[in-house]
């Protein structure tokens, strides 16, 4: 069945460093793709989303590809900030938008 | 943006007894309601879809007797544990979105713990 796959944290960062959160996934058909955040005691936001071969997905610094060749959806900022610390989830749509298929999360911890 | 409110966000219970789980939309109508379930490492996994006044759909290997879904209102979902036992300590979360919206809200989570 459709799965997804990413890196196992907790990811530690200084602040300012490059981050990128490993994601793959596996899927008959053609599936979106998405990013989830949650901020501590909070609940999961959607981050960004693409819903086809080569989009971008982008929002507060993050971006990432969809990327059908590789069937992966690698999340990336430029400089990470304290604010970001928080768990992040990779989906994927299966069957309709009703069927979110996550990925375990991945810790980020951003220190000053 | 839209707020979906979960309680408890921990609870610790004695294996045989039941655990109530609220889930609300604060300042929207949910007409369907999802509840997911995380076992530590493991990926959020969905439970079940319940649409508001209508039996939950379960998905396949959730036991529907154990895992009661009520959806009685537009605001509210509930999911018991009905008599817990270690194994079914996990994380929990609900997620809701209206009737023709796509997006999809979620709820902070409840840790459940059996002893």
């Known amino acids: 069945g459709d799965s997804v796959t990413q890196m196992e944290g907790p990811v530690t960062l200084s602040e300012e460093a490059f981050l990128t959160i490993n994601c793959t996934y596996t899927a008959t058909g053609y599936p979106s793709l998405f990013w989830y955040v949650q901020y501590p005691g909070e609940g999961l936001q959607l981050l960004l989303k693409a819903t086809k071969a080569d989009d971008k997905g982008s929002n507060k610094g993050f971006e990432a590809t969809y990327r059908k060749e590789t069937t992966s959806f690698h999340l990336e900022k430029g400089s990470v900030q304290v604010s970001d610390s928080a768990v992040y989830f990779c989906?994927?749509?299966?069957?309709?938008?009703?069927?979110?298929?996550f990925g375990a999360g991945t810790r980020l911890a951003v220190h000053p | 943006g839209a707020v979906v409110s979960q309680h408890p966000s921990r609870v610790i219970c004695k294996s045989g007894t039941s655990v109530k789980i609220e889930c609300r939309s604060l300042d929207f109508q949910a007409t369907t309601m999802f509840w997911y379930r995380q076992f530590p490492k493991q990926s959020l996994m969905l439970m079940a879809t319940s649409n508001e006044g209508s039996k939950a759909t379960y998905e396949q290997g959730v036991e529907k007797d154990k895992f009661l879904i009520n959806h009685a209102s537009l605001t509210l979902s509930t999911l018991t544990v009905t008599s817990a036992h270690p194994e079914d300590s996990s994380f929990y979360i609900c997620?809701?979105?209206?009737?023709?919206?796509?997006?999809?809200?979620f709820g902070s989570g409840t840790q459940l713990s059996v002893l």
């Open positions: 989906a994927l749509n299966s069957g309709g938008y009703n069927k979110l298929i």
């Open positions: 997620s809701a979105r209206w009737a023709t919206g796509e997006k999809l809200f």
